[in-house]
């Protein structure tokens, strides 16, 4: 390992990292003028709380600005490196972290830990916390995997698809086309109808309810990036597809 990568990941670097993170990430919501789509969300989703938060990878920065202060939350956070950053971030930003990483089959998630996250996450519903988790696994953007579907029929909870967007961002050119906002813009909170996986559900029942995540999650990325005015750049795209040449990766305030 080179040196570089040594002093990244030595504990006081992460810890200063994801301190600074966590601030910055409050400046952005804080200078941010948010729309909640629909307007009477949490009456509605308030009464089924605690309640699985289902996110897009690469929306993971700004996920918690739709968490109401008085909801405890836990978070599923991978067992990298980076996750470990990330965990650090969530823990000043007052979310608990869960450490595990999906699969993209069932018959894979034990071997990265999946299991045990699941039984922990089961166990944070049950205690009352609210579960933020990305629904589509590593390298596999926006198609949701088994694993968020598997913890609703495990812990009876709905998984509500929520999206969180700013016209002012920058957008990585990264397999997850991961966003961080910048501060001083608009932005859109977004949370789909729940979707609710009975205990006895069947294997039809259950990929009918991971699809069901996917085009509400889906839905809720079209519409928060609509309500900003902007393009969502990891929108699912027609086979063949090809980006504009020149594309800027750096989004900002729609022209009038």
Not at 18 to 30: E, H, M, P, T
Not at 42 to 55: L, S
Request: hydrophobic content about 45%; glycine content about 10%.
């Amino acid at each position: 390992m080179g040196l570089v990568k040594r002093i990244g990941r030595s504990r006081a670097v992460q810890e200063t990292l994801g301190f600074l993170l966590a601030r910055y990430l409050d400046l952005v919501q804080a200078t941010t003028r948010f729309q909640m789509d629909p307007p009477d969300i949490y009456d509605r989703v308030g009464p089924q709380m605690p309640v699985i938060a289902a996110m897009w990878h690469g929306q993971h920065f700004m996920v918690t600005f739709a968490k109401r202060r008085q909801d405890p939350a836990a978070a599923l956070v991978s067992r990298s490196g980076d996750g470990e950053f990330n965990a650090i971030a969530l823990r000043h930003l007052g979310v608990r972290a869960i450490r595990g990483s999906g699969a993209r089959k069932a018959s894979q998630i034990r071997d990265k830990g999946g299991v045990r996250a699941l039984i922990a996450m089961s166990r944070a519903l049950a205690g009352g916390e609210m579960v933020v988790m990305t629904a589509d696994v590593p390298k596999v953007s926006r198609v949701c995997g088994p694993g968020i579907v598997a913890l609703a029929r495990m812990s009876g909870r709905p998984v509500c698809p929520v999206a969180v967007v700013s016209s002012r961002r920058i957008d990585f050119n990264s397999w997850d086309h991961a966003s961080i906002g910048l501060p001083f813009g608009r932005g859109a909170i977004v949370i789909g109808e729940p979707v609710h996986v009975p205990p006895d559900a069947d294997e039809t029942a259950m990929e009918a309810a991971r699809l069901a995540v996917e085009q509400g999650l889906d839905a809720a990325h079209a519409r928060a990036y609509a309500l900003v005015g902007t393009p969502d750049p990891g929108a699912k795209k027609p086979p063949g597809a090809q980006p504009p040449a020149g594309a800027d990766t750096r989004a900002g305030e729609p022209s009038s």
